[in-house]
């Protein structure tokens, strides 16, 4: 896997998947981004450039943990830029990968031409995802085996005395079959310190990125999964509203990673966007 050097010194890593023009993806967790595969085949598309952030796949462990603060690797993905020789790019994020996405477009606008959030977590920009909007995705799921336990796992969660995360895995995916299953073992966070560290104190400032957001004219998509309740439709229209002419979109019967529950549904729609 090629590799590059953060501005601190610290080694990172990226894999390329397909050919074309550029597209860089930042995953979720922050974790190993070998759980994004090829986007169900988005690489057929363009060249898909992932990254690996700091402490996670194959890039190094920092010297410095506090430089997994989610401001402070907009830096890494500034490097990465200038490595691959790009004057300007396509930025695709999925989940705590969009809190670094948005935050990377408000400091560098100028650098980003179209940029896709993929049921994207909304703490870089404030916008509220309730227990309501939790439990209201997780009640359409109720004809499913699994959701007695699951739907009990998630109200205790969202009551405050629950932290059985695994057991709500299910509402993660469109069909908790097997390939899901394999596909949720992948997702883990493979450094726990980058996962803590990414939200620390000081990483996000909703008001000053909103603003910028606000006044950004690149071409944005906000793809929503209809039974995500990890970023559920009502909040992902929310942040879609935060940019000018924004796309949203909602795949019918995907979850969390709607990549893996149709990929070619998935796979038109952003390949549509990105042009």
Not at 86 to 103: P, W
Not at 179 to 185: D, G, K, L, S, Y
Request: net charge negative.
């Amino acid at each position: 896997m090629p590799t590059f050097p953060a501005p601190d010194g610290t080694l990172l890593s990226y894999r390329v998947h397909g050919d074309g023009e550029p597209l860089v993806c930042l995953p979720g967790g922050p974790t190993d981004s070998a759980y994004l595969g090829e986007l169900g085949g988005l690489s057929a598309h363009r060249r898909l450039i992932v990254l690996d952030p700091r402490g996670t796949g194959r890039s190094a462990v920092p010297a410095d943990a506090s430089s997994y603060r989610c401001d402070r690797m907009v830096d890494d993905v500034e490097a990465l830029r200038a490595h691959l020789g790009l004057a300007r790019f396509d930025l695709l994020a999925h989940c705590a990968g969009a809190n670094l996405a948005v935050q990377y477009v408000a400091r560098h606008p100028e650098r980003v031409g179209r940029l896709a959030l993929i049921t994207p977590s909304t703490r870089a920009v404030g916008v509220d995802v309730t227990g309501e909007m939790r439990q209201d995705a997780a009640r359409r799921r109720a004809g499913e085996p699994w959701f007695p336990a699951a739907s009990a796992a998630l109200g205790a969660i969202v009551a405050g005395t629950g932290s059985d995360w695994e057991a709500i895995a299910p509402f993660a995916y469109g069909r908790w079959d097997a390939a899901a299953q394999q596909h949720h073992a992948t997702t883990q966070p493979d450094n726990p310190a980058a996962a803590t560290g990414f939200g620390a104190d000081g990483a996000f400032d909703p008001e000053a990125t909103r603003a910028a957001l606000a006044g950004w004219k690149g071409a944005v998509l906000v793809l929503a999964g209809e039974f995500d309740l990890n970023s559920p439709p009502p909040a992902m229209a929310g942040v879609a509203a935060l940019f000018p002419g924004a796309e949203y979109a909602e795949q019918p019967g995907a979850g969390h990673n709607p990549w893996v529950d149709d990929a070619e549904r998935f796979v038109a729609t952003t390949a549509a966007f990105l042009g």
